[in-house]
Each structure stands twice: as structure tokens, then as C-alpha cells.
């Protein structure tokens, strides 16, 4: 039976409630291995030298990498960093991300099928190309390479566990207590991430709705728009602090974008003015909101 989950303060308890943790792990071979500085010549002190050779150079397994750097940013896109590996995700968003997860889940099992095909080969022709580097073990058979690739998930409700509280009631108030301060520092730094995030997509928009310095238009692509279109889409459910100035800029960048294309905004030129001088004043906002808000320390790498 599951362990019963306490609410951590009433500070936290709406985001306990509208949001859940998702947990995402990634697997995949290691692709590389150190060197013993003895088998290279160099004129330098070999302590300092750290050294290492590239064991896989494949076109299947760089596909597999494309496709996790492909989730992380769609998991940018809808989800809040908390912890290393762990995201917020807001309740309504869980069925259409769940749904998605599983559609890479199926595109990435059909590239390590394509990459674990394709091994035996890869192992044959790296040898020939890294020669008196080259170690067989560092080669496994193809069921242990297998094994290596994984890609899971799981959504998790976040408190202290009640059964703590009956083992010891003073490390019970400790976690609870550590738990809040983890949560007021995510919501702290979920407000700096989606601040840092509009003002540089606002700020590129400026920058392409200048003119160049021959006087024309500068080339306006559709992902400008597109992106922070993508932005304004999800603003809602990822705003979990809150922060009530960052959505009165949201909601002018809505307005402004309203039926908006970027065929139109390279085609019009009145419609470039009027975008360029409200979106200028909506960064200059942003760019002052920035400034007073503390780094974040969350990376989106993990």
C-alpha cells in the first residue's frame, strides 16, 4: 500500500495540488572511453592531460541522441524544472504529455532497433579505424547493449510521507520543513526561468522586426513567431509562482500577436511598426523584471 502523502503547508498545497512531479530518465551506451596518457606522445607534464577516444561514430546512434535532445525540449516547452531529473507538470497537461512521451517512447525503440542492427558492423569498422586503440571489451554483445538504452517515466504526488511522522515525529517536521523550502525555491526559480524565457524571445522578435543596416527588413521567419506563440500557449499551466507582472506582459503580447502570421509581418510594413514598438516596450519591461530577480540555478540539462 502506498504511503499516505501529508499536504506540506497551505503555502504549497496549491501547487501540491495543481501540479505533479514527473520523473524522466534517459539510457544509452556510452560513446566514449579514457586513454592511458602513456600511449600518447606529447611534448607536456602527462599528469596534466586527460585523455580520451571516441568509440562509436554512427549515424544510428547520433539519431538516438537527437531524439532525447528532442523530448528535453518539448519537456521545456510544457513542464518546470524541480530537482536534477525531475520536472513540475501542470494536472491538466498530463494526458496530452503522457501521450506524446509515448509516441517518442515508440519513435525511439524503432532507432535503437535500427542502431543495435547496424552493431556488429560498427564494431568491425571501428577497429579499423582506431587501430592500436581499439579494445574489444570496450565493445559488449548486443543483448548487454541493449540493456544500456532505456527511456522511462513516472508521475509522482509530492509531500512527506505520513509513516515517517509515526517512526519519528521530529524527523517528520524536519523533512516537512525542508520539503516547503525546496518548493518555495522552485517556485522562485520556475518565475526567473519564464521571465529569462520571454525576454529572449520578445528580444529576438524585436531584433528581426529592426531594419538592417541597408535599410530593408531583416529575413522574419516563422519560428519567431511560432515559438513565442508556443510560449504564450503554455504560460498558463507553468506559471506555478504566480507571478501576476510577467502575465500582464504575456497577455499584451497576446494581444498584440492576435491573428498575427509571419507572412503578414514580413509582408506589412505598418503591421512591423506597430509590432516593433510594442513589442520594444514589452522588453524593456521584461529586461527591468529580469534584472531584479535573482539567478536561477536550475539547469535544463540534466
Not at 7 to 13: L, M, N, T, V, Y
Not at 147 to 175: C, D, H, N
Not at 241 to 253: H, I, P, R, S
Request: glycine content about 4%; proline content about 3%; aromatic content about 8%.
Amino acid at each position: 500500500m502506498a504511503a499516505l502523502v501529508i499536504p506540506i503547508a497551505k503555502q504549497e498545497q496549491s501547487l501540491s495540488e495543481s501540479t505533479v512531479i514527473l520523473q524522466v530518465k534517459f539510457g544509452v551506451l556510452g560513446d566514449s572511453r579514457k586513454v592511458s596518457s602513456s600511449q600518447v606522445e606529447v611534448d607536456t607534464d602527462k599528469q596534466l592531460l586527460r585523455v580520451a577516444k571516441k568509440i562509436l561514430v554512427s549515424n544510428e546512434f547520433e539519431a538516438i541522441r537527437q531524439i532525447d535532445r528532442r523530448v528535453k525540449k518539448y519537456l521545456e516547452g510544457v513542464c518546470v524544472p524541480f530537482e536534477t531529473g525531475t520536472r513540475f507538470l501542470a494536472v491538466p497537461l498530463i494526458e496530452d504529455v503522457d501521450r506524446k512521451l509515448h509516441e517518442f517512447e515508440g519513435e525511439r525503440a524503432e532507432l535503437v532497433d535500427r542502431f543495435l542492427d547496424s552493431y556488429p558492423t560498427l564494431c568491425e569498422s571501428m577497429s579499423e579505424r582506431l587501430r592500436v586503440l581499439h579494445c574489444p571489451t570496450d565493445y559488449p554483445p548486443v543483448d548487454l547493449v541493449k540493456a544500456r538504452f532505456y527511456f522511462t517515466w513516472r508521475y509522482v504526488a509530492y509531500g512527506v510521507p505520513g509513516q515517517l511522522k509515526m517512526i519519528s515525529g521530529r524527523i517528520w517536521e524536519e523533512e516537512r520543513d525542508k520539503a516547503a523550502q525546496r518548493f518555495a525555491e522552485a517556485q522562485t526559480e520556475a518565475q526567473v526561468l519564464l521571465r529569462e524565457s520571454m525576454a529572449g524571445l520578445v528580444n529576438h522578435m524585436v531584433d528581426r522586426l529592426e531594419a538592417s543596416d541597408n535599410g530593408k527588413p531583416k529575413v522574419f521567419k516563422k519560428s519567431t513567431v511560432a515559438n513565442l506563440c508556443e510560449f504564450l500557449t503554455t504560460f498558463d499551466f507553468r506559471n506555478i509562482a504566480n507571478d501576476t507582472e510577467l502575465k500582464e506582459q504575456v497577455e499584451k503580447t497576446r494581444a498584440l500577436l492576435s491573428g498575427v502570421t509571419a507572412e503578414e509581418i514580413r509582408t506589412t510594413a505598418d503591421l512591423r511598426s506597430r509590432l516593433k514598438t510594442g513589442m520594444s516596450e514589452i522588453a524593456t519591461k521584461l529586461d527591468a523584471m529580469v534584472i531584479t530577480m535573482p539567478r536561477r540555478k536550475f539547469r535544463l540539462e540534466e
